[in-house]
Each structure stands twice: as structure tokens, then as C-alpha cells.
């Protein structure tokens, strides 16, 4: 979600709220409605604590998710950047073409990819540059005893590599179920309802209150949806690791794969 989504979601949740308010002072006036406060007022106690309950595990759950996608990405990082290194056991030909493919990846996905990805779409072109990674590794060429060890190693960080972005561009598709969002939207309706029929013999503070209470339960919303999907929207993980494993290969030597 955009900033002006979170904004409209906000709005229209405190304008629908003080909209039921009125519609209900209107119908059914705070005199007759105060006579039944006792049970209003308990009604309301359970059924927001109940919500509040249910947000806080979503928004938990949530960013719990958002935490797993960013230290996942990380591990991709790392694992491009011990391929860097893993290549040195490597022969000379077979080694420049692995870390210059590593530094085509972590380009590619700074690049193409992460921008992608912010668009809800997929992109194979570092697909391909892992596949090119099997091809070269695979090779077949007289190898030492320390070679062999590398090559291991080389052949490890690959299959890493490929596994940890399948877990991103999972991360990337999933999201909460609709059942669960259904909860929410009506748990929101039903507690702001709640609080609207309790009868108060101020209407100032009594609007204040659901005012308060629609705001606060229209940020929770839009902060769930918001990191809901952990490479889209305002809030999303960035790909720092990435763009730290291109310091590496350029502090280090020479950016073998720029051009």
C-alpha cells in the first residue's frame, strides 16, 4: 500500500465511524440508549478486548513474516558472497567466470529483480545467471585435491543461492488468508458499532472516543496490509545485503562481471 492508501484507509474508517455515530444519535437518541449502558458498556469491554487480542496476533504474525523475508534475503547475500570467495580454490578460468557470474547476481537482483518485485512482478534473469553458475561449476576439467574441496564448497553456496531465492519469491506471493482479513474488517465494524451505542451524556468526548478508537483500529489495519507483503509498499525490505556484497567485490578486486 501507498502512503495516500494508508490515508484513504485511515479517512474513511473515522468518517465511516462518525458517520454510523450520528446516523445512530439520530435514531436513537443518547436518553434511551444511556438506559442500557450496563450492558453497552460490557459489550464494549469484551468485544475490544477480544479485537484488540486478534490485531495484536495479526500484526505480530505479520511482522514476524516481514523479519523472516529480510534475514532470508540476507542469507542469499551471504551466500553470494562466499561463492566470491569459495572460487578462489577454484582453476583460474572456472574461478573468473564464477565470481564474475557472482557479481552479475547480486547486480541483477539490485537491479532488476528487487524493483520487480516491488511491482508484484517476476523476473528470470537471475535465474539464468544461476543456471550459468551449475553450468560452469559442473564443467568438466582435471582437478587437485584442494580443488576438489573448492569446488565442493562452490557447488554448496550454489545450491544455497538457488534455495534462499525461492524462499524470497515465495515471501513475495504470500500473504494473509482472505478469510482472515474478513475477521478484521468485521471485528473493526463491530467494535466501532459497539462503541457508538453507548449513551453518553457528553457528545463531544463521546465522538473523541470513537474518533480514537477508529483511528487507532485504521493504523493497525494499514499497518498490517502494509507489511504484509515484505517486498511491497511503504514498508519493505531493501536489499542491503546485495547492495553490500557489490562493496565487497568492488573493495576487494576488480568488478569482475562489470562491463
Known amino acids: 500500500m501507498t502512503t495516500f492508501d494508508n490515508w484513504v484507509l485511515v479517512s474513511a ?9 450520528g446516523l445512530l444519535r439520530k435514531w436513537w437518541p443518547a436518553d434511551q440508549r444511556r438506559e442500557h449502558n450496563d450492558i453497552t458498556g460490557w459489550q464494549v469491554s469484551v468485544l475490544g478486548t477480544t479485537y484488540a487480542v486478534i490485531v495484536g496476533f495479526m500484526l505480530f504474525a505479520a511482522w514476524a513474516d516481514f523479519r523472516t523475508a529480510d534475514q532470508n534475503s540476507d542469507i542469499e547475500a551471504s551466500c553470494v558472497i562466499n561463492l566470491y570467495w569459495a572460487a578462489s580454490g577454484l ?7 564464477i565470481r564474475s557470474l557472482a557479481y552479475d547476481y547480486a547486480k541483477t537482483i539490485v537491479t532488476r529483480e528487487w524493483p520487480a518485485m516491488a511491482r508484484g512482478e517476476v523476473t528470470h534473469d537471475a535465474s539464468q545467471i544461476v543456471q550459468r553458475m ?22 554448496t553456496e550454489i ?76 514498508v519493505h525490505v531493501l536489499p542491503t545485503g546485495f547492495e553490500n556484497a557489490l562493496r565487497v567485490f568492488h573493495r576487494y578486486g576488480p568488478a569482475p562481471g562489470e562491463r
Do not use: Y
Open 13 to 21: 474508517t473515522i468518517a465511516g465511524s462518525l458517520l454510523g455515530w
Open 91 to 97: 582453476p583460474e578460468g572456472q574461478r573468473d567466470e
Open 159 to 234: 545450491s544455497s543461492i538457488a534455495k534462499h531465492r525461492r524462499i524470497r519469491q515465495l515471501q513475495n506471493e504470500t500473504t494473509l488468508p482472505a478469510i482472515l482479513w474478513i475477521v478484521l474488517i468485521v471485528g473493526a465494524v463491530i467494535t466501532l458499532l459497539s462503541a457508538c451505542m453507548f449513551g453518553s451524556q457528553k457528545p463531544f468526548l463521546h465522538m473523541l472516543q470513537v474518533t480514537t478508537l477508529a483511528l487507532m483500529i485504521s493504523l493497525s489495519l494499514a499497518a498490517i496490509a502494509d507489511i504484509n507483503r515484505p517486498f511491497r509498499g511503504q
Open 134 to 155: 551449475w553450468s560452469t561449476a559442473a564443467a568438466a576439467q582435471p582437478l587437485t585435491s584442494s580443488q576438489e574441496v573448492g569446488l565442493a564448497q562452490v557447488m
